[in-house]
């Protein structure tokens, strides 16, 4: 299963299990059935409830806020996630911060799920990861699907459990990727850290104590698999990878336990570097063990994402800067 | 149809709850700024007498006399704008951020509009109406007409009151609208009653047949009320010809509904109005501040 029929598949339980559940977005209808085809077949499963709106982010974020309010539980696609600036102030200054403001006396159990993320040549009004300038509002929750363990549950929390806004980021590239199961079935070893919006933690089955911690979210958790394999194979360096899937509010808890045996932190995001997740992390992960950590930062340069492949390919952070960054926090590498 | 006496008193609740605000300004008991809606109250209470039991009532940064029209409390108004415990929103929301049953204030104009809208999809046959106050200066945000598009594509139970107050803040209307108002909401094929007038039986009775095709889920409807603000925008800031304020003040809703009624029922309702304020705003005053160690109550995920 890959992860599109992932999600696909819960957004067809949620509509199947709870009749309060709508979907809304553009272009979402059957044979269409949305510009990533997440949508695909729910229009035809559920015409009173699968809603196409016109090309009004703000007005469709505003209009999920409100089906909220009132005790439905909608979904709401936004087709890019670059044109979610659009919906910011709906976002900001009306989903998130409804229940604080309001003194605890309204919820707002609201979904808004977007596809991020570049690697298709889209150029740069399609291709960004926005979420950086969304996290760390109050009252939103930020969170990223990866392809481990199962995605879909993700998402049916955020529509099914979660009594508050959220923002669930989907990587393009994972669209296609088959789901990663948990447990030994590769050489890779991967655990589930906690529950409902849970990280994982990816270590190479067999494998000594590890050196070094990755830290990130998203696609990138495939490029930090890949770079995993290539520093144990290639280097003898040992790594593992902390796949954070709610991204804000922040709790890094697993990682911090990670980083007392490492005390080796990369973070790897595919936003542009300046004022990221990644700093975020950092900064925190500094304060929880002073003086004791050793750090680098994986991220996009600080520029628009390019259309043309070479251009791209070398905008983006690749698999080969995660292997780079290891091997230098390690001592095994030239910059060491 | 509610009397001409009771029209009147809801009016001066307003009227003299708003003067109450201007007047304690300056002593320093509120916390920010205020926007008030003296001028305009036969507005909120000419529509808002044909409430029904869960309608949902959608006002903005000018909220009072939506909130004591729509039946709020008086004493727990006063108190959000002391930043009081007993504030409607425990003093976390202040002036323009107001919740009570059915009813919403945000202070981001025009981007009320969508939540509206979604309520009013969730209300949609249920026979409940959506009501949503804007102004004239919300007409330059684009999300009001996403919105309109959407309700009216979708037939959707909501009555959009605009009040024309002729400013955008201190920008006259001619300085910031192109085109007519009325115009906007005909170009989505949304039915629009436009009239010129501060007389609350006139606008209760407009009011009425448009709220009654809105609950048959005729769709949307507006409501376009050319009005008149007399108080400054918010505080001290009035950059308006007295002049200009002086001939609007000729058309005061409330002195127009007084010419109407015995002065020994205007007498009487003013003594009790009066007392009524001036209790509520006492009150308030002596209720305790907000708390800080509730703070974090109702954060959502925070850590």
Known sequence: MNVLQALNGAL??????????????????????????????????????????????????????????????????????????????????????????????????????????????????????????????????????SALDDPGSVLKHAVLEDQDPVLLVEHKMLYAQDVLPLGKETDLTIERLGAGYSAYRMSVSG?????????????????????????????????????????????????????????????????????????????????????????????????????????????????????????????????? | MPTLDHFYRVMLRIRLFEEQVLAWFPKGVFYGTTHTYIGQEADAVGVLEHLAPGDVVVSNHRCHGHFLAYGGSMHALAAELMGRQTGVCGGRGGSQHIQWRDFYANGILGGTMPLASGMAL??????????????????????????????????????????????AQST?????????????????????????????????????????????????????????????????DDTRDPAEIAHYRENDPIGLAASRLPADIVTSIGDQVGAEVAAAFERAKGDPPADPTRLAVGAGNAL
């Open chain 2, 122 to 167: 969730a209300e949609r046959g249920s026979g409940q109406a959506v009501i949503a106050f804007i102004g004239d200066g919300s007409l330059g945000e684009g999300a009001v007409y996403e919105s309109l598009n959407m309700c009216a594509l979708w037939s959707l139970p909501l009555l959009v009151v605009l009040e024309n107050n002729r400013y």
């Open chain 2, 172 to 236: 006259p209307i001619a300085r910031h609208l192109a085109g007519s108002i009325s115009g906007r909401f005909e170009a989505f094929g949304i039915p629009v009653v436009h009239e010129d007038t501060t007389d609350v039986l006139r606008i209760y009775e407009v009011a009425g047949p448009l709220l009654e095709q809105v609950r048959r889920s005729g769709g949307p409807r507006a409501l376009v009320i050319d009005t008149y603000r007399f108080a400054p925008h918010s505080k001290g």
């Open chain 1, 12 to 145: 067809r339980d949620c509509l199947q299990e709870h009749e309060d559940v709508f979907f809304l977005g553009e272009d979402v209808l059957d044979p269409y059935g949305g510009a990533f085809k997440v949508a695909r077949g729910l229009s035809t499963a559920f015409p009173d409830r699968v809603i196409t709106t016109p090309v009004s982010e703000a007005g469709i974020v505003g209009l999920g806020t409100g089906m909220a309010l009132r005790g439905l539980r909608p979904v709401v696609e936004i087709m890019f996630g670059d044109f979610l600036l659009l919906a910011a102030d709906q976002l900001v200054n009306h989903a998130a911060k409804l229940r604080w403001m309001t003194n605890d006396q309204v919820r707002v159990p609201l979904v808004v799920r977007t596809p991020m993320g570049g690697r298709r040549g889209y150029g740069p009004t399609h291709s960004q990861s926005l979420e950086k300038h969304l996290l760390g509002a109050p009252g939103l929750t930020v969170a990223a699907i």
């Open chain 1, 207 to 336: 494998a000594p104590a590890p050196e070094v911690t990755l830290a990130t979210y998203g696609y990138m958790a495939e490029l930090a698999r890949q770079a995993l394999l290539t520093l144990a194979y290639e280097h003898e360096v040992f790594a593992e990878v902390v796949v954070f899937t709610r991204l804000s509010p922040v709790d890094l808890s697993p990682l911090l336990e990670c980083l007392e045996t490492t005390h080796r932190l990369i973070t790897a995001e595919e936003g542009t570097l300046s004022l990221g997740w990644g700093a975020e992390v950092a900064a925190r992960c500094l304060e929880a063990t002073p003086g004791a950590l050793r750090l680098r930062r994986v991220a996009a340069r600080e520029m628009p994402v390019p259309a043309a492949g070479p251009l791209e390919t070398a905008m983006l952070p690749q698999t080969e800067d995660l292997v780079t960054a290891a091997l230098e926090l390690s001592g095994k590498g030239r910059a060491s």
